[in-house]
Every structure is written in C-alpha cells, then in structure tokens.
C-alpha cells in the first residue's frame, strides 16, 4: 500500500511491481543528481577530488603591460620590513644549515627512487631589500615613456632592459602563487634545508643601464656582500645560487667573487670579449634565449604570410659593430656579408633604426621572407635570430662561437641554416647555397619553426614548453653535478682543516716532548 504515497505522476495508476521499482529508481536517482550538482556539492567536491585548474588566461607577452600588471596588484604597496637579510654568520649557523641539509637530502635518497633526478625542482628565492627588486622595478616603469637614452652603439636603453628581461620573468614566475601557476617541474620552498637551488631576484641589467655608474658600482656590491654573507652561500660557496646575469655588460665589476655560482647568460662568447677565462661554462652556467623584439606570428599568421614570402634573404640591423677585439665570427664578418649581399636580387639588406618604427619594419621584413640572416654581433649571439624564429622566419645562423639555449632539448638543425664564416664570406656562397635548399625542406624547416616558437616567448602566466619551464628542465639535469661540486668542496676544506689540526697537534708534542 506504500506506493499509493508516492506522487501519481510517477506511479500513474499501475500497481505492477516493474513500474514500482522503475519509479522507485528514478527518484532515488533524482536525488543524488540533485546533490551532485548542487553549487555547494560541486565545489566541495573539486576541492578534494578534482587537481586545480588554472582558469583560461590569455598570457601577456609584452614585458612593459606585464610590469605593469604586476606592479599595480603585485607589488607590496610599502617596503616589505621581512626579508632575509642576516647579520653576523657564524660557522655554527653554516653547520646547523648543513646538518638540516643533510637530513632532508637523506629523506629524499631513502623515499623517492628517482632522487637526485626527480622533479619538481625546489627552488627558494631568496627575500632581498626593496633596493635590489622591486625599486629598480619601478624606476624602469616610471622612466621609459620619457627617455631617449641610447648606448655607444645606437641601442636604446630601455629596449635593451627588455631584451635581457629574463630575471623579471623567472621571478614573476617563481613567486606567484601556486594556484595561478601553471608550470609542475618547478616549486618555490620555504624552507632553505629544503631547497635544490637558491635563486638570487637582483636586476642587475636595469641598474647597469639606469643608474649613474658609479651608484650602480655600490649597489652591485651591496649586493653582493647581502647574498655571500647567507648561510647558504657559504656553505656551497655559492654552487647552488642562481644570477641572472644576462647583459654581458652587467654585474662585471664583482664578478670575480660570484665564478662559482649558476650564471644565467645569452651565450658563453669563448671570444673572452666579456667574460674572462674560468668565468662561464656550459658545465655550470645556463644560456637563456632574449626576449624577442618582435611579436608573435601564430599559427593563422604563419597561414596568412606563406604567400607573401617573396623576399629570399633579409637582415634589417647595424652592419658595423663595436666588439673590442673582432673575431672571425665578429663585427667585421658582418660587415663583409652586408657589403657582399647589398643589392643581390630577391635579398633586402638594411641599417637598423630604433623605436617603434624600426621594430615595425623589422617585423613586416621577418613576415615577407624566406630566410633571415642572424650573423654574430658583439657576442657570438644576436636578438634577431629570436626575432626570426617567433616570426616563422628561418634563420641563417653565421657564427662559429654560438651556443644555443636548451640545446640539449632543441634540435636547431630542423628550423634553421648554419653557415661557417668561412663559407659566408666567399663571395656568392650564401645566395648559391640558399637557392640549392628544396622547396621540401623549406616547408619541414617552416612547420618546425611553427612547433618551435613556443620555446622562445616568455609569458606571464608562464606556459608549459615555454622558456621559463625549459630553463628548469635544464636546471634539473645539472643538480647532480651542483651537489658533487658542493660535497668536494666541503670534503676538501674540512679534511684540510682536520689535517692541519693534526699536524699542529703533532707538532705541539713534537716541542714539548723533544726526547720522543
């Protein structure tokens, strides 16, 4: 009799017991749909079951709106009195960070089968004075709509800043929070004993550049003294620090003291225009691509352009450059290839001029043309060939000394032309070997090129693939040869000290017993 109590629309007037439990079933079933969807059920829910999604965000890609943003919802709106500045490191507080080192390391061998190689890497960004961050921040936003100001050699100041903008984006990164960020092989600790590697937030690229020279001078050994007198400097003598030290202009004068620790630079110019020998090394040091000067041609853009690719070769640039010492690979090479490409039919060759007109035309030169000539600079590498990888454009790489960034991921060799600076400066060469590349392999070079971009635009959020994510990728694989130099370093210095003690203990016996 029970069934006559539930609704007659469900029950209609049948009593057959199939109709029962039918009816019986979708009630129960509207019920558990009901919680299930209910808003408060639903966030619950994902909250426990569902890994966080970051929302649709379009990235931003231009360095000024994304400094913008940030300093606008980001930045602290009055100098932070917490940071990690210390006083006095004694040898104790050294030895209690290494003793809480090892603990955690000794934790990590025991319970993750993968350990020194497994991911994410941890990293802790250290908490400098404003000074040293967010100050010089907010001198480059509040100075680059007035000035003008441009180096020796023609380039704009601020565009420069840009360029070399890689410390921004890695810190912007490092220091969101989790639930905005989107890259997994990279994680920012709290805890120094807890951390892989250390990363130093120092803009050592806008303070050379907008600072008077000898105010850059102190700060740059401000800062240096604040990093060297951490606990964790000392205890690795600085093996396990990263400093973007990308302008090779920038941070020179206390470099000497910093040789040990993870340079992040744009090539490693074994010309010794820059750095001086002992100074960099692939072994240690990471090359991290520029920020390209141009936008994107995406995937519709790439499709637009194809048709409008009439021009074989293009170069828009300085021909003449200021590299101290020229070598074969240098300012004179480039010099020689414009004089011998100037005027050469389907090749348009021409002087470089700055603002917002000059990269116009450089991005409209890049999107007509089949190959872009990215010869060696003052260093062995240039802007341009990023400017032409970002515009489907194949780059024609004319630089003996070149090492390339995440080389040890990427395969240049399927998107762009190397050609030695022999060959380029034979006259007719470049074009003759040019024109003999297959209509083929231009669209496999094209399609890679379309694949590749990715790894060369920095963004905020930071993508997957991106150069922000490769440069971890790359970081994990040193971290076994960070921790043997570390462990060498502090096997030597303590068995020296131990030895020393027992000779002058011998010693001391030796003098005081003179009869044995």
Partial sequence: MRAKQLPSSILTRSKSPVILLFAVTILALSFFFFFLFSPSSTTTSAAVTVPYRHPSVRPETSFVASLEHFLAHK???????????VGSVIDHDVRRLDERKFVKEMEWLLGDPYYPMSMP???????????????????????????????????????????????YWLWADLIAPESERLLKNVVRVVKQEEADLFYVPFFTTISFFLLEKQQCKALYREALKWVTDQPAWKRSEGRDHIFPIHHPWSFKSVRRYVKNAIWLLPDMDSTGNWYKPGQVSLEKDLILPYVPNVDLCDAKCLLESESKRTTLLFFRGRLKRNAVRVSTVG????????????????????????????????????????FCLSPAGDTPSSARLFDAIVSGCIPVIISDELELPFEGILDYRKMAVFISSTDAVQPGWILRYLKSISSTQIREMRRNLAEYSRHFVYSNPAQPLGP????????????????????????????????????????????SNPIN
Avoid at 75 to 85: C, L, R, V, Y
């Fill in 468 to 511: 922000e994510d490769l440069v971890w990728r790359m970081m994990a694989g040193k971290l076994v040869n960070i921790k043997l130099h570390t462990r060498r370093s502090q096997r030597v210095v303590k068995e020296s000290r131990s030895v020393c003690t027992c000779d002058c203990r011998r010693s001391n016996s030796t003098h």
């Fill in 121 to 167: 890497v941890r990293v802790y960004v250290y908490e400098m004075p404003s000074k040293f961050t967010y100050d010089l921040l907010w001198l480059f936003r509040n100075t680059f709509r007035e000035t003008s100001n441009l180096t020796s050699n023609g380039s704009p100041v601020h565009r420069l800043i840009e360029q070399h903008s890689i410390d």
């Fill in 75 to 85: 930045a602290p709106k009055i100098p932070s009195s917490s940071d990690d500045t």
């Fill in 331 to 370: 300012g004179k090479i480039r010099a020689k290839i414009g004089a011998e490409l100037t005027g050469a039919k389907d090749v348009v060759i021409e002087e470089g001029t700055a603002g917002e007109g000059g990269k116009a035309a450089a991005q409209k030169g890049m999107r007509r043309s089949i």
